[in-house]
């Protein structure tokens, strides 16, 4: 009996999995379809049969990183009612430790800037987590302020290396230049 074929939906889950990783690494320019063909195994025919074309791909990528982000935050709100922000702020640090979504988020953004269809995705996706945030927390327009500076700041933190085991506080202390004392 043979092996059993991939349907058109999981076949798209897969690329879009490695697609973040490529994009991730290469951006939305120097990104080649042909990278993740290979790394899932299909054509690169199927990939834009799939897709459509390389622009379609990437905001399928960005769709991805919008539900895992809503994904983490609704799992930390059920885990810890008592304090929502905190266990999201955590959930996300977690999900961006491996240097991918974060990555892919970068990418997004650059090409935001050139991208005018790339940046009202953006957008869409900042307003969507937002949103979701708000409901499940019924924080208050600060909190939701800091919560999202606080999370751009990691994403930040995470694209250069800086340790944040200790969390972002300790990272952002560990980058400032020793004071002398005189």
């Given at each position: 009996?043979?092996?059993?074929?991939?349907?058109?939906?999981?076949?798209?889950?897969?690329?879009?999995?490695?697609g973040m990783?490529?994009?991730?690494?290469?951006?939305?320019?120097?990104?080649?379809?042909?990278?993740?063909?290979?790394?899932?195994?299909?054509?690169?025919?199927?990939?834009?049969?799939?897709?459509?074309?390389?622009?379609?791909?990437?905001?399928?990528?960005?769709?991805?990183?919008?539900?895992?982000?809503?994904?983490?935050?609704?799992?930390?709100?059920?885990?810890?009612?008592?304090?929502?922000?905190?266990?999201?702020?955590?959930?996300?640090?977690?999900?961006?430790?491996?240097?991918?979504?974060?990555?892919?988020?970068?990418?997004?953004?650059?090409?935001?800037?050139?991208?005018?269809?790339?940046?009202?995705?953006?957008r869409s996706?900042?307003?969507?987590?937002?949103?979701?945030?708000?409901?499940?927390?019924?924080?208050?327009?600060?909190?939701?302020?800091?919560?999202?500076?606080?999370?751009?700041?990691?994403?930040?933190?995470?694209?250069?290396?800086?340790?944040?085991?200790?969390?972002?506080?300790?990272?952002?202390?560990?980058?400032?230049?020793?004071?002398?004392?005189?």
């Open positions: 009996m043979g092996a059993k074929r991939s349907t058109a939906a999981q076949r798209r889950g897969q690329a879009v999995a490695a990783r490529v994009f991730a690494d290469h951006g939305l320019t120097m990104a080649a379809i042909q990278q993740v063909a290979d790394e899932i195994g299909v054509s690169q025919p199927y990939m834009f049969r799939l897709f459509g074309n390389k622009r379609s791909f990437f905001l399928a990528c960005l769709d991805e990183f919008e539900d895992r982000v809503r994904e983490v935050f609704r799992r930390a709100a059920e885990t810890c009612p008592d304090d929502p922000l905190e266990a999201m702020g955590a959930g996300f640090r977690e999900l961006v430790a491996d240097g991918v979504v974060s990555g892919f988020w970068l990418q997004a953004c650059a090409a935001a800037r050139r991208d005018e269809e790339v940046a009202a995705r953006c996706v900042i307003s969507g987590v937002l949103q979701e945030t708000e409901r499940l927390t019924q924080a208050t327009p600060d909190d939701m302020a800091r919560f999202a500076a606080s999370g751009a700041l990691v994403v930040l933190l995470q694209a250069i290396g800086a340790d944040l085991t200790g969390g972002s506080r300790a990272a952002v202390a560990s980058l400032r230049p020793e004071r002398t004392s005189s």
